[in-house]
């Protein structure tokens, strides 16, 4: 069989092979690449979720952050004790617009709250705080 | 199939020939009557040149010059022309037997010449000669009766040739070919790209990945990642919900409504509310259960008491 006489058919067939390894090399990187890139999306979000939180709740200046809370009331009014990552504090005859004052700092700063007390006598507030962070 | 095209029988084709029975592709050789030839000498320098201007050299030689194909070589200091029709070439070869796809290579007489400077016989009456350099048909008769003779043989075989271009065979014409090799190689160059694309973008997001876990190598660790979610998400969980109790309770505080008493812990929260009459009171029992604190109730007097775990 003279394959010269079938060369147009020949080099048709070749290009169109050609056509089809690209395309299923397309699908391939398609299909596994897609899984791959989903899985990495997935850890790299989980990651930048991670580094927040850990930021957010082991911060380095939360110590710093924390004494304001001793400074914003007069000192007669504070009995402070911290130790470490740890804080206990007694405030005692807070005005309402202390206590409301005290009680916003509280819940903006990045401390897990163990204890919260707060108790009225006559027209002033006394609080008990302990946290950690 | 052999790549090696001139290592195929050669077979002298004339108008007399015996029907041939041909098992293998042969090479064919073409007598003077298959063609018309024309010598010139051109001042061109490239064979493409001369191919180009070869139909207008045989206006008025042959009949429809565009109809004819054209071989063209040098010789010497003259380009050789030869114009053949390819259509009843094969026409001629199929009535002796012989298929296109038989036709490995066409030669013709004209390029063997220094080979017919004695004549070769053509059947009984006819016979090939070289007068001038010039490969013609002669009648035997002309012939001296003494005069040698030559076989026909492979050896007559040319370097060059025309490769038949399967016009018989093929059911796609060059046009066809080209457009659907381009349409093909076009698509295959777009999936190959887009695939190659797949691949880089792959890289990037990697190297994304790589670059945050150096700047956290503590989070190298898919065991270490999956603790230190678990604390910081079940911390900032149970953080939220604290805060956001401490907001509604504020929010529930209006005119004839204080706080006497107020204790959270790590799992527990409760208040008691000093309402300024029981109107307010039952106001304020709607308003946390309205608040999803459905624990709300009046104790004592006009106490609101609230108690929930966290």
Known sequence: MNWKLYRNELIVVVSLLLMLTAFIYKNTQISSRSQEMSTLKHTATELRELVVLQNRWAGKRVSKKVDKLEKMVPSSKVKWSKKGKKLTAGYSALTAKELNKLITTILSMAVQIQELKISRNSSSYDVEFKCKW | ?310
């Open chain 2, 1 to 310: 199939m052999s790549f090696l095209g001139n290592s195929k029988a050669l077979v002298l084709a004339y108008s007399g020939m015996k029907k041939q029975s041909l098992s293998d592709s042969v090479n064919i050789m073409l007598s003077p009557r298959f063609y018309t030839l024309k010598k010139e000498a051109l001042p061109l320098k490239y064979l493409y040149q001369a191919k180009k201007i070869a139909p207008s050299l045989f206006d008025g030689l042959v009949e429809d010059p565009q109809k004819y194909d054209y071989f063209v070589y040098r010789e010497a200091d003259e380009w050789v022309f030869i114009a053949y029709d390819m259509e009843a070439i094969n026409d001629f070869l199929v009535s002796k037997g012989i298929q296109p796809e038989q036709v490995a290579k066409i030669f013709f007489a004209q390029q063997a010449s220094a080979s017919f400077t004695v004549p070769v016989l053509l059947g009984e009456k006819e016979a090939l000669v070289s007068l001038d350099n010039t490969v013609v048909s002669i009648p035997q008769a002309v012939l001296q009766k003494d005069s040698k003779v030559l076989s026909f043989d492979d050896s007559f075989t040319p370097k060059t040739g025309v490769t038949p271009q399967g016009v018989h065979a093929s059911v796609l014409s060059r046009k066809q070919t080209i457009g659907l090799t381009i349409f093909f190689t076009l698509f295959a160059l777009m999936f190959f790209v887009e695939g190659w694309r797949y691949s880089h973008n792959s890289q990037a997001a990697q190297e994304e990945m790589q670059t945050l876990l150096e700047e956290n190598p503590s989070l190298q660790s898919q065991y270490t990642r999956e603790s230190i979610a678990a604390k910081y998400r079940t911390i900032d969980k149970s953080e939220r919900r604290k805060r956001d109790v401490v907001k509604t309770l504020a929010g529930m505080i209006f005119k004839g409504v204080k706080v006497s008493t107020f204790q959270m812990n790590e799992k527990m929260f409760k208040i008691d509310f000093i309402c300024s009459d029981a109107k307010v009171a039952q106001r304020l029992v709607q308003l946390a259960k309205k608040s999803e604190f459905s624990s709300g109730k009046i104790i004592s007097g006009n106490v609101v008491h609230i108690e929930e775990k966290l």
